[in-house]
C-alpha cells in the first residue's frame, strides 16, 4: 500500500491547507485511491473553487430558461413543445499538448454533453485561439486542432456552421480551443443527472476504460511549463465513430421509460460522474470496479477512477430494465454493464477484488468542495490611445489585408462539413450561423464572439462588448437572442491581477446580460 507523503499529496495538486481537509472529511489518512479522487473534484477544472463566488453574479433565470447551470447543458424554450439545449467548453491543455486528439476529444465531450440530455445534437461550433502564425510551432497546432474538430465532427455526422479563430503572441505558450454543442429535445424527454432509488442499479455503457487520460482534469488545473509534451499520457484518446454509435444508443433508451438519471464521463471520468448523480440526489453509490468494462489488463482501482477514456456513460435504470437496456447497447456494438447499485448511506464505497478500496462521504467532494474568495486588483484601465495619423493609406491598406487578424479565415471552416444533416441555412462566413430545427419552419440562430484584447485592456467593458457581440449577430439574422453559454479562460488565479480581469469580465458580461434580458444558462471555467 502506498504511503502517503506530502510529495505524492503536492503531485496530487492539493495544498496542505486542503489536504488537511480531506484529513478532516475521513477522520483518517486516505489511501491512494481516496486521495486521487479528491484531487480530480477538487481541482478548478471540476470545482470551480475559484471562480464560484463570482459566478453567483450572473443571470441565470428567465420565462425561456426550462434549466440554467449546474446541469450537463442549459436547456431554452423554443415554443410548440421543444428546446434547444446547448454549452460551450474548454479543451485547451489537451490541444496544445497533443492537439489533433486534444481537439477531437473536445468536441466528442461536449456533444455528449448536449445528447446526455435527451436532445439529438444538430450543430459544432468553435472559438480558438492561436499564437503568432510565424511562431514555429504553431503551424503544427493549428493544423491538429483544424484537422481534430473537423475529424471528429465530420465523421459523427453534426455539422460545424461557425465560430471564429484569432492571433496573438500572448497564445504562443498555450492555445485555447473551445467546442460548442447546441441540440434540439422535446420539452417532455428531456434527462438529468440526479440518482435516485435505493437498490436501483448503476450502469455502465459506451467504450471500454483504459488508461488514457489520467490526471486529465489535474492537469487542466495547472500552469504549464516547459515540460508539457510530458504530459502527453494525460490527454484522452478520441473515435467519433463509437460516439456516433453512442448517440443512437442513448437516444434509442430514451425514447423508452427506463432511464431514471444520466451523465457523461467527461472530466475525472468514473468519478465525477458517479459523484455527481449521487450528490444531486442526494444519495449513496457503491461500485464493484472489478465489473467495469477494461481495455486494459491489471487496472487499479484508482486507474479506472480516474481514467478520461472517451465514449463513455454512467447511467441510473428503474430495476428490472437492465435487458431490456443491454439489448439496445448490444445491437449498436457497445458495451454495457451492471457495476453498482444506489445506497442510501450518503457515502461513495468502491470495492476491487474484494476489499473496501474506497469509503468516502459524498458531500465532502461536492459541496464541501474548498471555495476561495482570493485577492483580485481591478485592471488599471489605459488612457485613451491618440492616433499617429496616416502617412501612406494604400501601404496601411495592404499591411491590413495581410494581417492574420482580419484575413480570411475560409481555408479554416473550409474543412469543416457545415452541411451534413441538410438543415443547415446560413453557413459560415456570416454574422451568425441559422439551423433548421428539423421538420419545422423554425430556425436556431447561433455565434460565438469575444474580443479579448478588449476584455484584457478593461475587463468590465470587454464582458460587456463579448455578450452585446453575440446580440448583434443572432439579431442580425432576423434571430430573436434567447440565452448564453459561456467559456472563460484566464490565466492563474492566484496571482490578484488575473483574479482582477476574471472578476471585472463577470461583471461586465453580467450588466450586459442583465439589460437586454439575456441569461446565461450553461458554460465553463478553464483557469492556468
Not at 142 to 161: D, E, L
Not at 213 to 229: Q, R
Not at 445 to 453: G, H, I, L, N, V
Not at 455 to 462: L, N, R, S
Request: glycine share 10%.
Amino acid at each position: 500500500m502506498t504511503q502517503i507523503t506530502p510529495e505524492i499529496v503536492a503531485e496530487h495538486g492539493l495544498s496542505p491547507e486542503e489536504y488537511d481537509r480531506v484529513l478532516k472529511a475521513l477522520g483518517r489518512e486516505p489511501n491512494l485511491t481516496e486521495l486521487g479522487i479528491f484531487s480530480v473534484m477538487w481541482s478548478e477544472h471540476c470545482s470551480y473553487k475559484s471562480s464560484r463566488i463570482h459566478l453567483k453574479k450572473l443571470p441565470t433565470t428567465g420565462p425561456q430558461v426550462i434549466c440554467g447551470p449546474g446541469e450537463n447543458a442549459g436547456v431554452v424554450d423554443i415554443g410548440d413543445g421543444q428546446a434547444a439545449i446547448f454549452k460551450m467548453e474548454s479543451h485547451n491543455h489537451p490541444s496544445y499538448i497533443e492537439p489533433y486528439q486534444g481537439a477531437a476529444t473536445g468536441v466528442g465531450g461536449i456533444l455528449r454533453d448536449v445528447f446526455t440530455m435527451g436532445a439529438r445534437p444538430i450543430a459544432n461550433m468553435n472559438a480558438l485561439r492561436f499564437g503568432r502564425p510565424d511562431h514555429p510551432k504553431m503551424k503544427h497546432l493549428i493544423a491538429g486542432v483544424v484537422h481534430g474538430i473537423g475529424g471528429y465532427g465530420n465523421c459523427v455526422g453534426v455539422p460545424t456552421v461557425g465560430g471564429e479563430v484569432n492571433f496573438h503572441p500572448a497564445y504562443d505558450g498555450n492555445i485555447l480551443v473551445n467546442a460548442m454543442t447546441v441540440g434540439v429535445a422535446d420539452q417532455d424527454k428531456i434527462f438529468y443527472s440526479a440518482a435516485s432509488g435505493v437498490g436501483n442499479p448503476i450502469v455502465y455503457v459506451g467504450s471500454k476504460t483504459g488508461r488514457d487520460g489520467i490526471h486529465g482534469a489535474t492537469m487542466a488545473s495547472a500552469d504549464f511549463g516547459e515540460d508539457a509534451d510530458a504530459k502527453r499520457p494525460t490527454v484522452q484518446v478520441g473515435d467519433p465513430f463509437t460516439e456516433k454509435l453512442l448517440i443512437e444508443a442513448c437516444l434509442e433508451l430514451m425514447a423508452s421509460d427506463a432511464i431514471v438519471a444520466i451523465q457523461d464521463m467527461g472530466a475525472a471520468g468514473l468519478t465525477s460522474s458517479s459523484v455527481e448523480m449521487a450528490s444531486k440526489g442526494g444519495v449513496g453509490i457503491e461500485l464493484i470496479m472489478d465489473d467495469v468494462p477494461q481495455r486494459e489488463e491489471g487496472m487499479t482501482a484508482y486507474e479506472m477512477m480516474l481514467s478520461e477514456s472517451q465514449e463513455r456513460m454512467l447511467m441510473v435504470l428503474k430495476p428490472g430494465r437492465e435487458d431490456f437496456a443491454e439489448a439496445i447497447f448490444r445491437k449498436w456494438e457497445l458495451d454495457f454493464a451492471v457495476i453498482g447499485h444506489v445506497t442510501e448511506t450518503g457515502r461513495m464505497v468502491l470495492r476491487h477484488k474484494g476489499e473496501v478500496v474506497c469509503d468516502i462521504p459524498l458531500a465532502a467532494l461536492a459541496d464541501d468542495a474548498p471555495l476561495y474568495d482570493r485577492p483580485h486588483v481591478p485592471t488599471e484601465v489605459p488612457a485613451a490611445i491618440t492616433s499617429p495619423g496616416c502617412q501612406d493609406p494604400a501601404a496601411d491598406l495592404l499591411k491590413l489585408m495581410g494581417s492574420p487578424d482580419i484575413a480570411s479565415r475560409r481555408w479554416i471552416w473550409e474543412q469543416y462539413d457545415h452541411m451534413v444533416g441538410g438543415d443547415t441555412v446560413q453557413r459560415p462566413g456570416g454574422d451568425a450561423a441559422v439551423v433548421r430545427v428539423h421538420g419545422t419552419q423554425k430556425g436556431l440562430a447561433m455565434s460565438t464572439d469575444c474580443t479579448p484584447r478588449y476584455c484584457y485592456a478593461d475587463p468590465v467593458t470587454g464582458g460587456m462588448q463579448a455578450v452585446v457581440e453575440t446580440w448583434r449577430n443572432i439579431t442580425a439574422v432576423g434571430a430573436k437572442p434567447l440565452a448564453i453559454t459561456n467559456c472563460l479562460n484566464f490565466a492563474n488565479p492566484q496571482r490578484p491581477e488575473i483574479m482582477g480581469q476574471i472578476v471585472g469580465c463577470l461583471e461586465g458580461m453580467s450588466q450586459a446580460c442583465r439589460a437586454l434580458d439575456y441569461p446565461i444558462v450553461s458554460g465553463n471555467v478553464s483557469l492556468y
